[in-house]
């Protein structure tokens, strides 16, 4: 079937009254789930499973996709208001939809949230049916030596998200790197830094370090004056509320690097949605115009991640789709689903059910409209939330964060861990260090190892494996990232003492 | 002397025409725990779901089960959870090899299968080993000889050094002297990526997953590690016909319950289960997902459990992997 047919043959699919009900149905789900920290995608489509047994499968995939990108939607939310991550992708976009936030302009950050979300998401819908299968076979040619240089690269942009001083940029992202090699080793089988808890065999999930040094460490913060804090300001009026057509041509460039990148890290199957959501913020401030913006309210800062998690929900689905191959929890329970519906995923699996992936297809570019048209007027609901004097405001926050990490991992040693990570994330704040170099070492350190290792394994040891073409680009990349701004630093120092001299 | 034990004999009548009723009786009349060691959407987990989806379609208990998760620890924190119910009639658990292997590499992890009161076994997890369909090992004599022929240059993709594809690896390398390398992956979709990208030679799978990669023409089946032939792969050779006579560490999948929990109720799970393998609904899951129908009773499951224990241990002794047991 031709992509032209294809596409009118699900359409007709998708726009039947049940599919399209199925699609508000996880959409709208999805946005819920998005906005609620701990409860994400793999959690609500495994529970959900059982029930769409009774269900037509074509409707119920619709319904289930519709979860997984919605709650791409959904993640920005908290992010922006609570300095809360309400999904793992949307770690990053705390720290400039926080920002704007508190400059009052939390409207703006949700609206340009979701218009991102919204292209980029449609630029994954549209690649995913144009160039699947040929990408996914070029995904293949990535493996662990490709996986380490990016990781490499990912790391690098610690220089990016540090504020003052790089020395406490990396000192934090050291300690990101430590955490992440707590657990048992897949390699060896042996316990690191467990202190003989059971807990910790399976090493501290990133979520709950994020929700602690940045929601819970915020509230410490802010709890510290004597003095009330002032409210946050709520701007009146929807043209207030949304973002301006200024906002709009700052982020042109956003909008494709969310795209691009989303899709791109998407489809590899061992990194995902959250890594591809830093990388694109970082690539976003390195070539700004006005880098100093970031970290303290920058409009780009929001959309370049939330338009990469989006657009790596279309990337995710391609390995799945076409070469029945997971990238991640969610696109493996997607995968699990199919099986249980009776249809076989794997390389001939379009060839084999046109029917279900041209509707799915098509029900993601509905899905992808409603959820602007959903999510839009949502921004004047939810910035009314800022309007909660301190007394609820703080609270709701340390509730929301609690509840989320207890849904998450139905454990009460998991909520000690988010106490502790809020102190330290107070502490961090007192002296000044960033908290999101940080999580960028907790998150890539762990792949970053692992990749290592294999790249060592497959070469029996020999280093040279790192220097295929791919990794080399990326490690060269990265080494000029860390070099630059040292390089800027001398020319600075060197500047000084020639006007000392004249 | 006589009248003291003709009593207790009577006694003990008559606790026996108390409890034998009760054990055929015993119901559940509160909402029972199934507790799983992964995440929502783990492989435990999405069985744990299908098997509650089923028993409530076939009205096997007339009460809700509920899922709980409890991740981490590779099984020892939903072992230790299981524990903490001791003597319950209304939990029970689900688990997999992994319990069993987790207590032997970790100090960790207190709570060893011996701890847990056995229901009944539910299946075995069946694999093959596969290679590219464009590789040139056509069995699996080609790829260990080619492995024999340049020690350590072959690689197998798959999970943690303690799991089932490793232990067959080993296996084979103690009785072949052939050496390859294993390459440890976290996710299954990273294992197949590796190996049809073409960085692995080899790997072990599922036969499910390989299905569709076989039919596609991705991928070439080289053995089945199972005892007898799989329904699907009538004309793939078994480990011992393909001329390699090693030991297979059965990865099962059963349930469990809290220790001391009453006799009663658990012969009513054991009997809720053997009642569930027979239903059509079952069979169809089996099939589907070309598992191997493989049921057994809680004292039998117990016989198994020790039985891998120590096939295990001997696993990992012999390849230098450190163990606390």
């Known amino acids: 079937m031709d992509i032209v047919s294809g596409l009118l043959h699900g359409f007709q699919v998708a726009l039947t009254a049940n599919n399209l009900m199925m699609c508000v149905v996880g959409v709208v789900l999805g946005t819920v789930i998005g906005v609620l920290p701990g409860l994400g995608p793999p959690a609500t489509i495994a529970m959900l499973l059982p029930l769409t047994m009774k269900l037509e499968p074509t409707g119920a995939m619709i319904m289930l996709a519709g979860i997984y990108y919605g709650a791409k939607y959904g993640g920005s939310t908290t992010s922006i208001l609570l300095n809360v991550p309400g999904e793992s992708s949307s770690v990053v976009t705390c720290i400039d939809g926080y920002a704007m936030a508190r400059k009052g302009r939390a409207g703006p950050a949700l609206g340009m949230a979701a218009i991102a979300s919204f292209i980029a998401g449609t630029f994954g819908v549209v690649a995913l049916m144009l160039v699947a299968p040929p990408l996914a076979r070029l995904s293949l040619a990535f493996s662990a030596p490709e996986y380490f240089a990016l990781m490499v690269l990912g790391l690098a942009m610690v220089v990016l998200l540090s504020g003052e001083s790089l020395t406490k940029a990396l000192l934090a992202m050291f300690l990101g790197l430590w955490i992440a090699s707590m657990g048992t080793d897949i390699f060896s089988a042996t316990s690191r830094f467990t202190f003989g808890q059971v807990e910790l065999m399976g090493g501290i999930d990133f979520v709950i370090v994020a929700i602690g040094v940045f929601a819970i460490g915020e509230v410490l913060g802010n709890m510290e004056p004597t003095k009330a804090p002032d409210m946050l300001p709520v701007p009146k009026g929807l043209r207030n509320l949304m973002p301006t057509w200024e906002d709009m041509r700052k982020c042109r460039f956003a909008f494709v690097n969310g795209s691009v990148v989303g899709f791109l890290i998407g489809i590899l199957p061992g990194a995902g949605s959250t890594i591809a959501s830093f990388m694109s913020y970082g690539i976003e401030k390195a070539v700004s115009k006005h880098p100093e913006e970031f970290g303290h309210g920058a409009i780009e800062g929001v959309a370049a991640p939330e338009g990469a998690n989006n657009a790596e929900t279309g990337g995710a689905l391609v390995p799945l789709l076409t070469l029945g191959i997971p990238g991640s929890g969610t696109t493996a329970i997607l995968l699990a689903a199919l099986i249980l519906w009776g249809f076989k995923p794997g390389p001939l699996f379009i060839q084999d059910s046109p029917e279900l992936f041209w509707g799915l297809v098509a029900s993601m570019y509905i899905g992808n409209v409603l959820l602007l048209i959903l999510n839009l007027p949502l921004v004047a609901v939810f910035a009314q939330l800022l309007k909660l004097p301190a007394y609820m405001m703080y609270p709701l926050i340390l509730g929301v964060s609690i509840v989320g990490v207890y849904t998450s991992a139905n454990s009460m040693f998991q909520l000690a861990l988010l106490c502790g990570f809020g102190l330290l994330g107070y502490l961090m704040r007192k002296l000044d260090y960033p908290t999101a170099p940080l999580v960028l070492g907790l998150v890539l350190g762990d792949l970053m190892e692992k990749a290592l290792r294999q790249s060592l394994m497959m070469s029996q040891g020999s280093i040279s494996i790192l220097f295929r073409p791919i990794p080399s680009v990326l490690l060269v990349v990265a080494a000029l990232l860390l070099i630059v701004p040292l390089f800027k630093k001398f020319n600075a120092a060197r500047l000084q003492v020639i006007d000392r001299e004249a | ?325």
């Open chain 2, 1 to 325: 002397m006589f009248v003291r034990g003709a009593r207790a004999v009577a006694l003990s009548i008559a606790a026996l025409a108390i409890a034998a009723p009760a054990a055929a009786q015993w119901k559940p009349t509160k909402p029972v725990d199934l507790i799983v060691h992964t995440g929502p959407g783990g492989g435990s987990d999405l069985l744990a779901r299908a098997m509650v989806t089923m028993i409530e379609k076939e009205k096997l208990v007339p009460v809700r089960i509920n899922v709980i998760n409890k991740p981490g620890g590779n099984g020892a924190v939903a072992a230790a959870a299981l524990v903490e119910k001791k003597g319950d009639a209304n939990t029970i658990g689900l688990i997999t090899s992994v319990w069993i292997a987790g207590p032997l590499t970790s100090s960790e992890a207190k709570v060893t299968v011996h701890d847990l009161k056995p229901i009944a076994q539910l299946m075995l997890e069946p694999a093959v080993f596969v290679v590219r369909a464009d590789s040139p090992y056509k069995t699996l004599k080609d790829f260990i000889e080619a492995a024999k022929a340049r020690p350590g240059a072959l690689k197998q993709s798959g999970g943690s050094v303690t799991s089932r594809d490793n232990i067959i690896r080993l296996s084979l390398q103690h009785a072949t002297g052939a050496k390859w390398a294993f390459v440890s992956f976290q996710g299954g979709g990273e294992r197949l990526a590796a190996l049809l990208g073409g960085h692995v030679d080899i790997m072990v799978i599922e036969p499910q997953e390989a299905g569709e990669q076989v039919r596609a023409g991705k991928l070439r089946v080289l053995t089945q590690l199972t005892e007898k032939r799989l329904a699907g792969w009538p004309d793939v050779p078994t480990l011992k016909e393909a001329g390699y006579d090693v030991a297979l560490t059965p990865q099962i999948r059963a349930v469990v319950a809290p220790p001391e929990q009453p006799a009663d109720a658990s012969m009513y799970w054991e009997n809720t289960f053997d009642k569930l393998r027979k239903t059509e609904s079952w069979k169809k899951y089996v099939h589907d997902n070309q598992l191997e129908e493989s049921f057994a009773d809680g004292a039998t499951l117990k016989k198994t459990m020790v039985d891998i224990e120590k096939q295990l241990k001997d696993a990992y002794t012999q390849a230098g992997i450190k163990t606390v047991r």
